[in-house]
């Protein structure tokens, strides 16, 4: 008995002993609007490097057209909070450009072959590894977007529990930036897999970016990944629970409702599991000058106007005006979806993280993929009229219908 006690104190032992950190983190846009989606992305990367994962167990996507863009006046150089250091620095970028998309992605996470594609690095974990996966980007009512094409949520799922049922990781946390981010997980994500998600926001509303910079002329952040990420760096990570974590950011974070999905069972393991050892903290100041994630394009011209020359403020107007009528398109083409089709409200809930329960996942794919085939890849502010297409599905959409309509209006 004492020796069968024995081997199994070695055994377990040696399991943990042979265990790994694997991670895999995010930006899904494009453009220099979207700054703070890669900055978001480079500042994760630097934190799970520093706290010990190393550089092989990380694999990160970004288009990478912010940090040398003609636009960014600090060529070369990202930064995630006013006066912080450049995040871009010795950045390993695995997958960028046109390598980015949510095929690619999905392969990445069931550790699918990458031959021929960026880095080729893909995720190699086992039943004895811990995972982390932070995406930052734009999100609709059970999608999330990247430059040219958009994952659904049954499809991040699906793809979530084949890397359970492969024993692709032991627990495996998810925190994901995206207006209706929490339409992702909310009656989807399956409790029993061992995967805990946090997210920006409910399935019902935006999430905010935060930290304009004049020097940079944009968003440095969004307030969700900032408040996480700061509150990872400020405190040990040995002695910090996700429990705590969670209700720090959920503090920290006023304007969208932060969510928790899945397995709450291990809540009260050390973040350090997940995000590496780290015995220091670092205080940083805590500043919060936040805009609807929607509306960003147009607070980042508002704001440079503030300053600009009148020759440069003739240009931005320009620019302004450009995004309206973007803006106005998209308000005329969806009256006029409106005007066709029958929308049906979701039934309202007493927590918000549970709104809109009922999302019908299949069609709302189906109608989004009609949509992107007709109208092209929606913006941000397009996206945020989606909301009509989850109600048209609740009303029992009709997508060929629907399909023909927008043949006809885009």
């Not at 943990?16 to 846009?29: E, H, Q, T």
């Not at 946090?198 to 509303?205: C, F, I, K, N, Y």
């Not at 015995?279 to 960003?296: E, F, Q, W």
Request: proline letters at 3%.
């Amino acid at each position: 008995m004492k020796l069968a006690l024995f081997v199994c104190l070695i055994a377990a032992a040696m399991s943990a002993a042979f265990a790994a950190n694997w991670a895999i983190v995010v930006a899904g846009s494009s453009g220099y609007t979207n700054y703070r989606h890669q900055a978001d992305t480079a500042d994760m990367w630097q934190i799970l490097k520093m706290n010990g994962i190393p550089e092989s167990n990380i694999i990160s996507m970004l288009y990478d057209d912010v940090a040398n863009s003609p636009s960014n006046p600090k060529k070369g150089q990202l930064f995630n909070w006013p006066g912080g250091p450049d995040v871009y620095q010795g950045m390993v970028k695995d997958y960028t450009a046109g390598d980015v998309t949510a095929v690619n992605f999905l392969k990445i996470m069931k550790g699918e072959d990458m031959t021929g594609i960026g880095s080729v690095k893909t995720l190699k974990s086992t039943s004895e590894d811990r995972v982390f996966i932070a995406f930052f980007d734009h999100g609709a009512p059970g999608l999330i977007a990247f430059p040219n094409d958009v994952l659904h949520s049954n499809d991040l799922n699906d793809a979530l529990n084949s890397m359970y049922q492969k024993g692709m990781f032991k627990e495996l946390v998810f925190y994901m930036e995206a207006c209706e981010s929490g339409s992702m997980f909310n009656g989807i994500l399956d409790p029993k897999i061992k995967v805990y998600a946090m997210t920006a926001a409910d399935p019902s509303e935006s999430s905010w970016a935060c930290d304009y910079d004049s020097s940079v002329q944009t968003y440095l952040n969004d307030c969700f990944s900032r408040n996480h990420m700061l509150d990872t760096r400020a405190h040990d990570t040995g002695s910090y629970t996700l429990k705590q974590q969670y209700e720090s950011v959920l503090a920290s974070t006023t304007k969208s409702h932060v969510c928790l999905y899945g397995d709450m069972s291990y809540q009260d393991e050390d973040i350090a599991l997940f995000f590496g050892k780290k015995s220091s903290s670092v205080h940083v100041p805590n500043t919060d000058s936040a805009v609807n994630s929607r509306n960003v394009a147009l607070a980042t011209l508002e704001q440079r106007m503030k300053t600009a020359t009148e020759e440069e403020a003739s240009t931005l107007r320009a620019e302004y005006e450009r995004h309206q009528t973007l803006r106005d398109d998209a308000d005329m083409l969806f009256a006029n979806l409106r005007s066709f089709f029958p929308a049906k409200e979701f039934t309202p809930s007493n927590d918000a993280c549970t709104q809109s329960s009922e999302l019908d996942t299949t069609c709302m794919k189906s109608a989004v993929d009609a949509f992107v085939k007709r109208c092209g890849m929606p913006n941000e502010y397009m996206l945020e009229h989606f909301k009509h297409i989850a109600r048209f599905c609740n009303a029992r959409l009709n997508v060929a219908e629907f399909e023909a309509s927008l043949k006809t209006l885009c």
